[in-house]
């Protein structure tokens, strides 16, 4: 998987020029189409014509939610300098300087999340709970604090500290409280929790299942980033149970396209395992 993003032959700076520029443009006509229908339906109250004066209405309260909505997209899009470029740093620092422009903190939390999450990927997980222990919403049920929690767990498994991790997963479970069995959201909490205990167990503890498991989250994955991960973690399984001609494949494909920090590190690691036997 070796998809790069359309951001990728962009510095830092570019792509939050970019980001600025469009954010401003969208909002600007956003804003005048809001005033071209609030003076439409002013005209239409004094004309007596109620029905259209709340179709009016209705178009701002419309072009408000998509405002919210482009905004959202064109925000997540940014994740793909993580999650296919793979470039922590160039991620950290547009997250950074979007951060910087958010006065009124609106976006604090989502934020301080992506920029853990950078930290993590970096290999500087301390720093990723340093930026966690700030993070806040307004309600506790926002569900903004799973992905809050996720970086948590994992940041915190990479520290070495089990016990914080452990309780991070509980935090996640959580959120499956009050939701029915077939819900999204209970399938969404179900899918993390279940692909955070199969990479936190001990790879001696690894089987059949978790194999299955690693090989289906790779084939299915969204990102390089998780594609990455998974194989690795594959290439892990067979290096640990004696399959070192497939660990020593797996470890060579993944490093065929860019990689994170993190990523490269636990690449060494293995490859140093595997000539050590």
Known sequence: MNIRSRYFNQAAQQVLADYFSWLRKTRALAIFAAVVLGAAAIVFVFIGSMAAYFVCLAAILIIAWLLRSKI??????????????CDA???REVIEGIARRDTRQRSKGTCLTELALAHYH??????????????????????????????????????????????ALGRIAAFREGASV???????VDDILLGLNV???????????????????A???????????????????????????????????????????????????????????
């Open 122 to 167: 970096a290999g500087r997980p301390v720093d990723a709970l340093q930026l966690l222990s700030q993070v806040s919403f307004k309600s506790p049920k926002n569900i903004l604090w799973i992905r809050t929690f996720n970086v948590e767990a994992i940041a915190r498994n990479a520290a070495g500290d089990i016990a914080g991790r452990d309780v």
């Open 89 to 91: 740093e160039k991620y």
């Open 199 to 217: 990479q936190f167990r001990a790879p001696e503890q690894w089987g059949p299942a978790d194999l299955d498991y690693m090989r289906k989250s």
């Open 72 to 85: 959202g997209r064109r925000f997540r899009s940014l994740l793909d300098i993580l999650g296919s470029d």
């Open 182 to 188: 077939n819900s999204p959201k209970r399938a969404v």
């Open 219 to 277: 084939a299915t994955a969204d990102s390089r980033l998780t594609w990455v991960s998974w194989e690795v973690c594959e290439a892990e399984y067979h290096l640990t149970h004696g399959n070192a001609q497939e660990a020593a494949a797996l470890l060579d494909k993944v490093s065929e396209g860019p990689l994170t920090p993190r990523a490269a590190a636990n690449i060494e690691r293995l490859r140093t395992r595997l000539y050590a036997d």
